[in-house]
Structure formats: structure tokens, C-alpha cells
């Protein structure tokens, strides 16, 4: 998945924040990372099956950049 579609995802999130959209990412078989736009906050929530680990980001853009190098590693596009 590119990047300035992982953006566009959580923007979508942000944009109605009012109700709840969850979008989970699936990395190999054993970790799902969840994120989700807190209700009626601009902050977007990250956690992680693998070791139930709680990330929080007030950035789309640092929040999308985080999630793509978690899917991706050190692959390139």
C-alpha cells in the first residue's frame, strides 16, 4: 500500500471523527495493526496484536509514515 493512500485512510478517519472507523493492516500472519481516529479528537490511535502496544499520533502525516515503514520494512515503492 502507498503511502499517500495509508493518508488518505486516516484523513478519512479524522474527517468523521464523530463516529467510529477503525482500518486494520494485516503484517504476515501473526500482527494486525488497528488505527482509528479518537471520538471527536484529531488523534489517531495504533495498536498492535503482536504485543498489544498503544501508539498515539496528533500528526497524519507522522502516523501514516510510522504505519507504512510497520507494513513495509525497508521495502521501497
Request: proline share 0%; net charge negative; charged share 20%.
Amino acid at each position: 500500500m502507498k503511502l499517500e493512500h495509508i493518508k488518505s485512510l486516516l484523513e478519512l478517519s479524522c474527517t468523521f471523527n464523530f463516529s467510529f472507523i477503525s482500518h486494520s493492516f494485516t503484517i504476515g500472519v501473526e500482527e494486525t495493526l488497528t488505527v482509528k481516529c479518537l471520538k471527536d479528537t484529531y488523534i489517531l490511535e495504533v495498536t498492535s496484536t503482536e504485543n498489544q502496544q498503544v501508539d498515539y499520533y496528533t500528526s497524519i502525516d507522522q502516523a501514516a509514515e510510522a504505519l507504512y515503514y510497520k507494513i513495509h520494512g525497508h521495502e521501497t515503492d
